[in-house]
């Protein structure tokens, strides 16, 4: 008999959720506008602090695809973009007919390295080919290098695009990640710390940004009785269903964040005497929200011996993001590498994380792969 089924990361619903929807319904609101994405984006503002502003997109793609025009990225420029990411966090640079350029990372917090940020950024310039944005990651919840990413970006005026996808509930020195960039985004995708099925939201601190993103969001409609157009337009907005959804996850998000965290601690205090694996710590002032917990093994073959092991208790488990470089579909893009990301894609797992985990299915992966190594 086959064990029963142990997920990545699986949606995990507070309890809320159903009675937002059914408002939605009660009152017609089956719409991408109404109450539950009002109360939402005030939920996402009042988590966030910092005076932020919040626009509720379809997903976080659809957010980094808006965020990036906002800030002036066109057809023919050039976007830095750390490598070690999903693709979507680079995908729309290509749909607004720019190239990215990739920046390797640190080993601190696995994200953009601000020393080959420099570089790359000198090299363009060099080549009078001035970057039009940066695109930095939170990567599996870690915030990246605040400070170091930040003065390099005012140093050659070059605004930040953050990409907090994985990062809802993580902080650095107590200010939440989101709130970092120029432009910020979330996603509510399926697997991430929270979710409407499917979703996103774009933050920034500057209203009329906000506005922006609204009204290209929603079709770009001019002030007009009839349907008047002077910008292309997306239907990027979300739906007043989800946002029911939201609402409900919201409320539980403390405690999403808390038993993630509670996972990566029990991994680490139960596989501490492993001398093969080692573990991202936090370094001072940094909070993650652990979104998935990682391990690094000491090389390829020993990450795919563990990996299939667990398959084989049907535990599912995933390789850290290939970088964005080493990828078929960005092969002829330029990037500033140091080895960094590739080492780490060849050497770690990503294990279960979800904040619905039993003990007992903690205590299956921990013995797998404690089987695996002994
Ligand atoms: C999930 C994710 C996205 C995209 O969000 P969607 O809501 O799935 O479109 C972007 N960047 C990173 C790093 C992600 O993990």
Redesign the pocket.
Known sequence: MTPTKVWLSSPHMGGEELNYVHEAFDTNWVAPLGPNVDAFEKAIEQELGKEVHVAALS???AA?HLGLELLGVGPGDEVLCQSF??S??ANPILYLGAHPVFVDSEEDTWNMSPTLLREAIEDRIKHHRKPKAIIA?H?YGMPYKIEEIRSIADAFEIPILE?S??ALGSSFRGISCGTFGDVGIL???GN?IITTS???ALVTKNKALRDKAVFLATQARDDAPHYQHSHVGYNYRMSNVLAGIGRGQMEVLTKRVAARRKNYDFYLNSLSSQTELSFLPEPKDFFSNRWLSCILTTCYDMRETLRMALLEQNIESRPLWKPLHLQPVFKDSKHFMDGTSKALFEKGLCLPSGSNLSQEELDRVVETIKNVLS
């Open positions: 997903s976080g793609t980094i990411t999903f979507a966090s990651v990567l990409d996808a994985e996603s509510f995708n991430k499917g979703g996103g």
